[in-house]
């Protein structure tokens, strides 16, 4: 005899024993030659349609905003630079765009005190220099957080491209806007927060684009040093650091076996706001 499954227990049954249990209710014998493997089946089926709910919706967006990149990266080898290595620097003359293959980029400044300023950390999918639109000089360099390989282009060849395509065209111009958008936002947090505050939207943001799931929290992929952050934050080092020691007190940040950080980010949400 079949045995029926009780409402409150199917929280911690397998999908397979639930088509079982659908087979069962139907009137068949899950067991008889043809639907023995279907609870199998029905399963893969069931995760495969249903697969979007554990993907993450950084990554997905970036696929949709992929067909740039499909066109003008087609038949172009990449360039392969060292972590620690300068992609590209203030004061460069070219105008040239470079689209990430792998690994994670440092995007900043340097002020005239000679300390560097980052403003994100860009991952396999981004560009970074575009701010060599602006016809001037350019203001921000890239470097390699790690071994990194890149594919440079030309902003003439992008342009030459893009202007064929007005799909393509909306793209780069969302690309230059997101850029002008963040730019915004950090000097909104700079006008108005404390190094805390700064430090968990900082974080925030490194968690949504940067994050992997580690059990409830999410684990940066890239290593970052204190330094590094508190270049993010626009704040000295022992203050980040002792923002961060705060943080860690109660249960937000941690870091794991290897020294990458980890976060709670609904923990440090609620904070935020």
Same mark, same amino acid.
């Not at 689209?99 to 970074?128: N, P, T």
């Given at each position: 005899?079949?045995?029926?499954?009780?409402p409150?227990?199917?929280?911690?049954?397998?999908?397979?024993?639930?088509?079982?249990?659908?087979?069962?209710?139907l009137g068949?014998?899950?067991?008889?030659?043809?639907?023995?493997?279907?609870?199998?089946?029905?399963?893969?089926?069931?995760l495969?349609?249903?697969?979007?709910?554990?993907?993450?919706?950084?990554?997905?967006?970036?696929?949709?905003?992929?067909?740039?990149?499909?066109?003008?990266?087609?038949?172009?080898?990449?360039?392969?630079?060292?972590?620690?290595?300068?992609?590209?620097?203030?004061?460069?003359?070219?105008?040239?765009?470079?689209?990430?293959?792998?690994?994670?980029?440092?995007?900043?400044?340097?002020?005239?005190?000679?300390?560097?300023?980052i403003?994100?950390?860009?991952?396999?999918?981004?560009?970074?220099?575009?701010?060599?639109?602006?016809?001037?000089?350019?203001?921000?360099?890239?470097?390699?957080?790690?071994?990194t390989?890149?594919i440079?282009?030309?902003?003439?060849?992008v342009?030459?491209?893009?202007?064929?395509?007005?799909?393509?065209?909306q793209?780069?111009?969302?690309?230059?806007?997101?850029?002008? +958008?963040? #730019?915004?936002?950090? /000097?909104?947090?700079?006008?108005?927060? %404390?190094?805390?505050? =700064?430090?968990?939207? @900082? *974080?925030?943001?490194?968690?949504?684009?940067?994050?992997?799931?580690?059990?409830?929290s999410?684990?940066?992929?890239?290593?970052l040093?204190?330094?590094?952050?508190?270049?993010?934050?626009?704040?000295r080092?022992?203050?980040? +650091?002792? #923002?961060?020691?705060? /943080?860690?007190?109660?249960?937000?940040? %941690?870091?794991?076996h =290897?020294?990458?950080? @980890? *976060?709670?980010?609904?923990?440090?949400?609620n904070?935020?706001?």
């Amino acid at each position: 005899m079949q045995t029926i499954l009780e409402p409150q227990s199917l929280a911690s049954t397998s999908l397979q024993e639930l088509m079982r249990e659908m087979l069962v209710r139907l009137g068949e014998d899950p067991e008889r030659d043809g639907l023995r493997d279907t609870p199998e089946r029905m399963e893969r089926s069931m995760l495969y349609l249903t697969k979007g709910y554990q993907e993450n919706a950084e990554e997905t967006a970036t696929i949709f905003r992929g067909k740039l990149c499909d066109v003008v990266l087609r038949n172009r080898s990449a360039t392969t630079f060292e972590k620690d290595q300068v992609i590209c620097d203030v004061g460069d003359e070219s105008q040239t765009l470079f689209f990430l293959q792998k690994g994670f980029v440092k995007v900043g400044s340097i002020m005239e005190d000679g300390h560097e300023l980052i403003y994100d950390v860009r991952k396999a999918g981004d560009i970074v220099g575009e701010l060599c639109a602006s016809g001037q000089q350019r203001q921000d360099r890239a470097v390699a957080l790690e071994r990194t390989e890149v594919i440079a282009v030309s902003l003439d060849e992008v342009l030459d491209i893009a202007r064929m395509n007005r799909e393509l065209l909306q793209e780069l111009v969302q690309i230059f806007c997101d850029s002008l +958008s963040d #730019a915004y936002d950090q /000097l909104n947090t700079l006008a108005s927060s %404390d190094t805390v505050h =700064r430090l968990v939207r @900082v *974080l925030l943001k490194l968690g949504t684009q940067l994050g992997h799931s580690s059990g409830q929290s999410s684990e940066l992929s890239a290593y970052l040093t204190q330094e590094e952050i508190s270049q993010m934050v626009v704040a000295r080092r022992e203050r980040v +650091s002792t #923002a961060i020691n705060f /943080l860690r007190n109660r249960g937000m940040v %941690d870091y794991s076996h =290897r020294g990458y950080l @980890v *976060l709670d980010l609904k923990a440090l949400k609620n904070y935020g706001d």
